[in-house]
């Protein structure tokens, strides 16, 4: 049970999350701030511009309806101006001050630095940083080397400030962000908590029927470079002649404030060709994972993929990239299939092969759907988050 007791100033204790964007709250860590809040926290949530108009615009009817209190400040996530960030900061930093949380929560690249010079600013009781991914700056590709390179000196140098925090706790998603943590000495060992994944609400997902999958080969994500998009398309050419039965689906938002992001009329051209059926962004998946018989993700890195953890539980067979965060989402072998980051030829033949083989497909998706029950339940996630921050607060 969740201490939510009096602080030292008589009041419930406060939570402040800090996002890049309301999108990227609530598709993966409102059902935290809901669990919060049912246990009596005052929850507000701070972030930057937003990333996607149509994405945030979905997301703040989600807060007004739920009641949580957002403040948006002027940093963005792919903002790089020194002026214009450094006000986002001040402006986030005063926001902060005058909500004067007891727990920080960051999540998201710019989330996690400017939350946590902000936390350090205000001398909140608990700064917890949940590393979901370390973003466009670290993402390995050929594109735009120097602004990634930029961005990436940037962010470590400010980073050391951030895990100065005395009483602080890292979440990570995956094996190598924690290794790379230690590595770097930003975080002690005792300081760093391994989570596989945001959560998954398993309900809606279980009831997907396995042997009632259509030949649909679906790619969710927004339509970002780094998420694997064109190397996607570029496989399905390679093998649409091959599978003329079979639909190639994206699933996601073009409007994305991102460097990589991809033209919507590249998309449409796409479409105009026959390669693939692009459905935009999608609010409710559950039904569209129940359809597809395999999800991919050639994504270049990754946290914890939640719509790989959708996909699983929904009873897919997946391929994804031997990429940092990716490679942890499937058992190799046995619910999924692993390709080489960036490699259209070799995703068109593990493309190609689970086409070809239903029995293949059916075995995985078995696997699949019992890997989520058991690591990903987001009752599970929630219930050992609430316990930190209480395990937190009572210390500091």
Known sequence: MIDTGDTKNGNKRKLAFVVNSAAAFVSHRLPIAIAAMEQGYTVQLFTGQAGSTRLDSDALWTLKNIGITHTRVGFRSDGINPLVESWGLLQLTIALWRFKPDAVHCSSPKGIIYGGLAARAVRATALIL??????????????????????????????????????MRVIVQNQDDRTDLLTSRFARESQIQLIPGSGVHLAPLLEADIDKK??????????????????????????????????????????H????????????????????????HVTNMAPL??????????????????????????GCAVI????????????????????????????????????????????YAVAGRNMAIAKFDVTSVVSTILSIYDEMLQKG
Not at 149 to 162: D, E, G, I, K
Request: hydrophobic share 45%.
């Open 289 to 314: 994972f129940a359809q597809a018989s395999i999800v991919c993700l050639p994504s270049y890195r990754e946290g914890m993929p939640k719509a790989l953890l959708e996909a699983a539980a929904a």
């Open 320 to 363: 994804t990239t031997d990429a940092i965060g990716c490679r942890e989402a499937v058992l190799p072998g046995e619910s999924g299939d692993l390709v080489p980051v960036r490699n259209s030829h070799a995703l068109a033949q593990a493309l190609l092969l689970l086409i070809n083989d239903d029995a293949r497909r059916r075995r």
């Open 214 to 255: 259509s030949p649909m080969v679906l790619l969710p994500a927004r339509m970002l470079v780094d998420k694997g998009v064109l190397d996607f398309v570029d496989a399905v050419k390679q093998i649409k002649d091959r599978a003329p039965e079979w639909t190639f689906v994206l699933a996601g938002a073009a409007d």
């Open 257 to 280: 404030a991102n460097p990589t992001s991809i033209p919507e009329k590249t998309i449409e051209s796409w479409e105009e060709k026959g390669l693939v059926k692009w459905l935009g």
């Open 130 to 167: 949940a590393i979901s991914g370390r973003g466009y700056a670290f993402t390995s590709a050929d594109s735009q080397r120097l602004r990634r390179a930029f961005a990436a000196m940037a962010y470590t140098s400010m980073a050391r400030l951030v895990f100065g925090h005395r009483n």
